[in-house]
């Protein structure tokens, strides 16, 4: 995750000022409990062993970088597009590193994949909401919002951040990858530039 952002975009840690990076693993800390967050108060990351997988980690770092470079208010449509940016740096970060299921392209787009490592192998295809987080490439399979007049788009759900954060993932597979949606053909960016895509596209949310 730091080689991601030293690399592709020049940034020294999670404050471009060469920050050190704090992770707990195991440890019930408030209010998350034992899940996976990002503390900015704090500066520090903390897991449930879980979760300590390389889209996840990724995810929670770019909180750090997200707080520290912007003033997105963490919250509402605000917070949606915070999460976003987790979701597509993590998954971004993830595709850096070899995987069990890197050979199965229809789990590319999951958040937190390897976790079906946990509980049964080999993995599900096509993928099955018990066995990960998100679905940037469907995420109403996994009960998000693809765009804003999607029946599962909600601005007063009880966590609107994570479940409208489905709209920008969505966007983000689209200009990566390319395919049709919605009745339009989009084309990925850089498809002739073989391996330029992701990169690009990180450049451009950042």
């Known amino acids: 995750m730091y080689g991601f952002y030293a690399d592709v975009h020049n940034r020294d840690s999670y404050d471009d000022e060469g920050a050190t990076i704090v992770g707990i693993v195991d440890a019930f800390v408030p209010p998350l409990g034992f899940g996976a967050g990002w503390y900015p108060d704090y500066d520090f990351m903390s897991f449930h062993s879980w979760f300590v997988l390389d889209d996840i980690v990724g995810h929670e770092f770019t909180h750090g ?28 970060i993830d595709w850096r590193h070899s995987s069990p299921y890197d050979d199965y392209a229809c789990l590319r787009w999951l958040i937190g994949e390897e976790m079906q490592l946990l509980l049964w192998e080999p993995p599900v295809c096509p993928p099955d909401p018990n066995c ?28 609107p951040k994570h479940l409208l954060s489905g709209v920008g993932s969505k966007l983000c597979y689209l200009i990566t990858e390319g395919d049709t949606f919605n009745g339009r053909t989009v084309e990925p960016m850089d498809e002739d530039l073989e391996g330029a895509s992701m990169e690009t596209v990180a450049r451009l949310f950042y």
């Open 65 to 92: 970088v997200t707080f520290d470079e912007s003033d997105l208010i963490y919250e509402g449509q605000s917070g949606a597009i915070s999460e976003c940016f987790s979701d597509i740096w993590g998954e971004f």
């Open 132 to 159: 990960a987080i998100r679905f940037m490439e469907d995420p109403p399979l996994f009960g998000q919002p693809d765009r804003t007049g999607s029946p599962l788009w909600d601005e007063n759900a009880g966590d």
